[in-house]
């Protein structure tokens, strides 16, 4: 009896941990809030010793950038729906190559493509994808998707790589086929690298997404920032960035929420 | 009954684990297996699961040769084998999804299993909230989902601490009472050894062969403990080992 006391009382406190996460999200709120002050002053400050119309006050910003939401949404949306588009279309190559990279036999095929073609700087490659694809956002979309397959299969591959047979083994004593070991094994235990690749890559989609939409377009965010940049619209380019920087931002919290909702295990 | 005639392995580098090693185990009997550490036991324990393939001999399970890993065996392996990423909940019911049970049936085996190795409350806790003992339960919970006729274990309780040592050994006697499950058991440990082993099988060091095969009649008992008989068994066990007494 003494001793499922004891058991209990241990397991409860590895409970509390867990519980004690929502205290976390509290501490996290507060700094948030911080962070934001801070910078929202210093920025402040910056423009009221420069006074240069490049750099005006976060309160004409935020005025501005609700006065251009009508008109910067459909921008938004194209941004979002090509950087979104672009990543998943890089997730559904780069998990399944990855995974069954677990293998030494598949590894020693997929990994010298790695070696070869992963250091190219691909952002490079854009003339040659827009004379491919054309000026529309096929050629978008490739580009992207192109830059953050390799970021996530990379990592997948590594992760995949260096899950124990351990595990395999014990899985394979229970009569699992090769299937059952991606589903229960390899998948699992590699998710949460996955989900940091895609973290890290959410911020390389953005930058590439910018480049992209830096010419022969007149739609997304891109061109909205450049636009105003060209018409000296300063306020406007500001609208343009913030839009962005929210666009990176919910992207992130996303990723964050998956990795709380399917890694508690970690 | 689980037969092992002239099993011999030798890995790809090598080295010869295991040299011609035949006993049997019969229905219902537990056998324990003890040898010198590196003398292959838990190499016999993955031939016998039909994960690995002996490269001479065979293993006969109820007559019919083993060739990979069969649904009426669980193998229990050293520290647990237990997912990280799964609650204990899932941990347990793995090896029912896996062979297709219907998941309600899966929900009823569950509970109830939960119930039985006393973590009620901790269906949603993960393998590293739990302690050892915890851990060990919940491992042999996920084998006996499956209604083993046999089971397979790989120095169950080597990382638990002498008193979670003997409760889990005690747990296992009353789950042998209770299933009449054939259950071969690998350990370095010659107290754990002549307690739990009806059979006591001694392997010598590598390439292990069997040094001689002990009868153990009075083992799987909680009281054994306690016995004359007990100590005289572990005697002559530390003796066949090469340890003084």
């Keep these: 009896?003494?001793?499922?006391?004891?058991?209990?009382?241990?397991?409860?406190?590895?409970?509390?941990?867990?519980?004690?996460?929502?205290?976390?999200?509290?501490?996290?709120?507060?700094?948030?809030?911080?962070?934001?002050?801070?910078?929202?002053?210093?920025?402040?400050?910056?423009?009221?010793?420069?006074?240069?119309?490049?750099?005006?006050?976060?309160?004409?910003?935020?005025?501005?950038?609700?006065?251009?939401?009508?008109?910067?949404?459909?921008?938004?949306?194209?941004?979002?729906?090509?950087?979104?588009?672009?990543?998943?279309?890089?997730?559904?190559?780069?998990?399944?190559?990855?995974?069954?990279?677990?293998?030494?036999?598949?590894?020693?095929?997929?990994?010298?493509?790695?070696?070869?073609l992963y250091p190219i700087p691909h952002i490079v490659l854009l003339p040659i994808i827009i004379l491919l694809f054309g000026i529309g956002d096929a050629?978008?979309?490739?580009?992207?998707?192109?830059?953050?397959?390799?970021?996530?299969?990379?990592?997948a591959r590594d992760a995949a790589r260096n899950v124990s047979d351990y595990y395999i083994l014990s899985l394979k004593s229970l009569g699992a086929s090769e299937l059952d070991v991606y589903r229960h094994v390899i998948f699992p235990a590699t998710l949460p690298k996955i989900l940091t690749a895609m973290r890290i890559s959410i911020g390389t989609a953005i930058a590439v997404l910018f480049f992209a939409e830096s010419f022969a377009t007149s739609s997304g965010l891109g061109y909205f920032i450049l636009d105003s940049w060209s018409r000296a619209d300063y306020n406007s380019l500001y609208s343009g960035i913030i839009s962005m920087a929210l666009l990176g931002f919910s992207l992130y919290l996303f990723v964050e929420f998956l990795e709380k909702k399917f890694c508690k295990w970690v | 009954m689980i037969e092992a005639r002239k099993v011999s392995m030798t890995y790809p580098d090598g080295t010869e684990a295991l040299k011609e090693v035949s006993f049997s185990v019969k229905k219902g009997e537990i056998c324990s297996i003890i040898g010198p550490s590196g003398c292959g036991k838990s190499t016999l324990l993955f031939i016998f699961s039909g994960l690995l393939k002996p490269?001479?001999?065979?293993?006969?399970?109820?007559?019919?040769?083993?060739?990979?890993?069969?649904?009426?065996?669980?193998?229990?392996?050293?520290?647990?084998?237990?997912?990280?990423?799964?609650?204990?909940?899932?941990?347990?019911?793995?090896?029912?999804?896996?062979?297709?049970?219907?998941?309600?049936?899966i929900e009823k085996a569950v509970n109830s299993l939960i119930k039985k190795i006393g973590l009620a409350g901790f269906e949603r806790s993960y393998p590293k909230q739990l302690s050892g003992g915890m851990r060990q339960r919940v491992a042999f919970a996920r084998a006996l989902a499956l209604k083993p006729s046999i089971m397979l274990m790989d120095e169950p309780f080597s990382s638990l601490d002498a008193l979670s040592r003997e409760k889990m050994q005690d747990f296992l006697i009353q789950i042998w009472k209770e299933t009449?499950?054939?259950?071969?058991?690998?350990?370095?440990?010659?107290?754990?050894?002549?307690?739990?082993?009806?059979?006591?099988?001694?392997?010598?060091?590598?390439?292990?062969?069997?040094?001689?095969?002990?009868?153990?009649?009075?083992?799987a008992r909680t009281e054994y403990r306690y016995e004359e008989e007990y100590f005289e068994r572990c005697r002559e066990v530390r003796k066949l080992i090469g340890l003084k007494d």
């Design chain 1, 139 to 155: 050629s978008k979309i490739f580009l992207i998707s192109m830059i953050v397959f390799f970021q996530i299969l990379v990592t």
């Design chain 2, 55 to 105: 490269t001479g001999g065979e293993v006969f399970i109820n007559g019919r040769p083993v060739n990979s890993p069969r649904k009426d065996v669980s193998l229990i392996l050293q520290d647990y084998g237990l997912f990280p990423w799964k609650n204990v909940r899932d941990n347990i019911a793995v090896g029912m999804k896996i062979q297709g049970f219907a998941e309600n049936e």
């Design chain 1, 1 to 116: 009896m003494v001793g499922r006391l004891n058991g209990g009382l241990s397991g409860l406190s590895g409970l509390g941990r867990l519980n004690g996460l929502n205290g976390l999200n509290g501490l996290k709120i507060r700094g948030c809030i911080f962070a934001i002050v801070v910078i929202l002053v210093l920025w402040a400050v910056g423009a009221s010793l420069s006074s240069s119309p490049a750099l005006p006050s976060p309160l004409i910003v935020v005025i501005s950038f609700i006065s251009d939401l009508p008109e910067l949404i459909p921008h938004m949306l194209v941004s979002a729906y090509r950087v979104i588009y672009s990543i998943l279309l890089a997730l559904s190559f780069a998990i399944p190559i990855g995974l069954i990279s677990y293998k030494e036999k598949i590894d020693s095929i997929v990994s010298p493509f790695i070696y070869l």
């Design chain 2, 180 to 219: 009449s499950t054939t259950i071969v058991l690998v350990t370095h440990n010659i107290e754990e050894a002549v307690l739990l082993g009806k059979k006591i099988v001694v392997l010598t060091e590598r390439p292990g062969t069997v040094k001689e095969i002990v009868k153990n009649e009075g083992a």
